[in-house]
């Protein structure tokens, strides 16, 4: 009954006539209000993939095999299939909520047969590694940002954008609020922004975490006090260049890339220190609902899907305890 209302309304006679392009320019005006500057940014790129092939159907009239047709276009332009899962999600999205608003009948993005995303071998730091790694780092600019990551597994803009009314020592806890992010437009500035899902988190570090954070803030101190009214954290963030301003993100990967070619890597990414808290995590003991909140993952399912060769070794660990443990136990009998 309701749909049949709508159907004779004066905005549903107006949408027979709607392209796919029309839809867009009202759904990101009118829909995207609770949607972060970064994430509408990414979804107007997306619709630079998706209007060239779709804008000028009627939005009423678009069938599967055309939005199909936009995922062989996408992939003759080489996109990688995780690319072309985004820009679908777009598509989908906006695409749903032109079903809520009775504009269409099906959401024709519900079926289509996507590319298979590969997830790449993740490139993680065993003890050796680590070691070797920590060795190398010392005395180097960054060395307390990359040490931070590896026994904490924040994301490096996490790290970037800790702030130091964040960080309890006296709890020894650390709450992950935001992110040091570059604004996605020319000239854009660093500024601190939410999180990935926007689920602010508190860690419990390690004693020798909170024990390195405490010298490096008494090091930080000395800059400031060197550098006077020059002193540039404005933002009062814990990792900071020697005169206070913020650390950028392509510097911290340049120095990272040529540490990762010394140790013998040079496919290891900053991402991949993150990899390897979360495998020693795992290896160490932490259950998958606790890794998942460490790590700020939206579902424990996600973490599974990442880490799940690790906990694959752990069952076969646990296996072998089992045995032992029956084979005392049939010798006692």
């Known amino acids: 009954m309701v749909r049949e209302h ?6 549903y006679r107006a949408a027979k006539e709607m392209t796919v392009e029309d839809w867009f320019d009202i759904w990101q005006k009118d829909y995207l209000i609770n949607v972060k500057p970064s994430t509408v940014v990414s979804y107007r790129q997306s619709s630079g993939h998706i209007l060239p092939v779709l804008g000028e159907i009627r939005l ?9 047709h936009l995922i062989t276009v996408l992939r003759e332009k080489d996109l990688s299939p995780k690319t072309i899962h985004n820009v679908h999600g777009v598509l989908h999205r906006a695409l749903q909520q032109a079903l809520q608003n009775f504009y269409v009948d099906f959401n024709a993005a519900d079926f289509v047969t996507l590319p298979r995303v590969e997830r790449p071998e993740l490139e993680v730091l065993d ?23 590896l026994f904490t597994g924040v994301r490096e803009g996490e790290a970037l954008g800790l702030t130091w009314d964040c960080v309890d020592f006296a709890k020894g806890k650390i709450m992950i609020k935001r992110q040091l992010q570059r604004e996605k437009k020319r000239g854009g500035k660093y500024v601190l922004a939410s999180l990935k899902n926007d689920r602010p988190r508190k860690l419990f570090p390690a004693p020798q975490v909170m024990t390195e954070l405490e010298r490096y803030q008494r090091k930080q101190l000395r800059w400031r006090l060197r550098t006077g009214s020059e002193w540039k954290n404005t933002m009062n963030l814990v990792f900071t260049q020697d005169d206070g301003a913020h650390i950028c993100a392509p510097t911290i990967l340049r120095d990272f890339k040529r540490i990762a070619a ?7 990414r900053i991402h991949d220190l993150r990899h390897s808290y979360a495998v020693a995590a795992l290896q160490a003991g932490d259950d998958i609902k606790t890794l998942q909140y460490n790590l700020g993952h939206a579902t424990a399912a996600f973490t599974l899907d990442v880490y799940g060769h690790c906990t694959d070794d752990m069952q076969r660990a646990s296996s072998d305890r089992m045995a032992e443990y029956i084979s005392k136990i049939m010798a006692i009998g």
């Open 127 to 149: 003890v050796a590694g680590t070691k070797r790694f920590l060795r190398y780092i010392q005395g180097e600019r960054y060395e307390d940002v990359f040490r931070f990551i």
């Open 60 to 68: 009423q009239e678009l069938e599967p095999h055309m939005v199909q």
């Open 262 to 268: 010394q140790i013998g890597q040079p496919a290891l």
């Open 6 to 11: 709508i159907k004779e309304s004066k905005s």
